[in-house]
């Protein structure tokens, strides 16, 4: 037994370099890990439910108008503008997003009907379920923040044969803990998706 001890210490000796090669990228691997589950186990979720706007697909039997959101006295404000005849039309959706359960649920609104060319924009107020008001701002009190990231998908093999992919994900991030919040589709694949405020409890 002491003989075969003494051997597998000579091994190792000798081929320290092959053993930290194939050692040292299990332990960045790991560490990887661990730098990601962290703040999984240490931060805690979201406190608050947030209001995004996300643009649709351009559709040309949509109506021709524009649409952005503003926060006014706690309350959302619908500014419906008409397009011009060469513009391409994308009406841009209201969703909440519980904190949760991270359910995603797109807060319906009236446009305004027979909206032409040179009209004067017209002002619609959206209301939130039960009521809640909104603050404006993409920075929640408990340190969440929305954000956009790129993932890119293929690998390799993408890589070589030009088959490489990219795709926008949307994400609560915060003190490095990232959620990833899943948009219906075809918004899910829009882009790009903002926040409007947080909602009170």
Known sequence: MPEMRERRRGFVRENAFLVAAVALPAVVVVLFLLASAIPRWTVPGPAYDLLVRAGGPYDQ?????????????????????????????????????????????????????????????????????????????????????LDTRTQHGGGLVGDLFGMNRSQQNTVLVNRGRIISITLPSPYRYQSPVTAIGWLDR
């Open 61 to 145: 039997n949509l109506p021709r108008v524009a649409v952005d959101f503003t926060v006014r006295d706690g309350r959302i404000e619908a500014t419906v503008r008409p397009l011009n005849a060469n513009a391409f039309p994308q009406v841009a959706s209201l969703f909440l997003v519980d904190h949760a359960t991270f359910n995603v649920q797109e807060i319906a609104f009236e446009l305004p009907k027979n909206l032409e060319e040179g009209d004067a924009p017209v002002t619609v107020t959206v209301e939130m379920p039960g009521g809640r008001r909104v603050t404006p701002g993409s920075r929640m009190p408990d340190g969440y923040e």
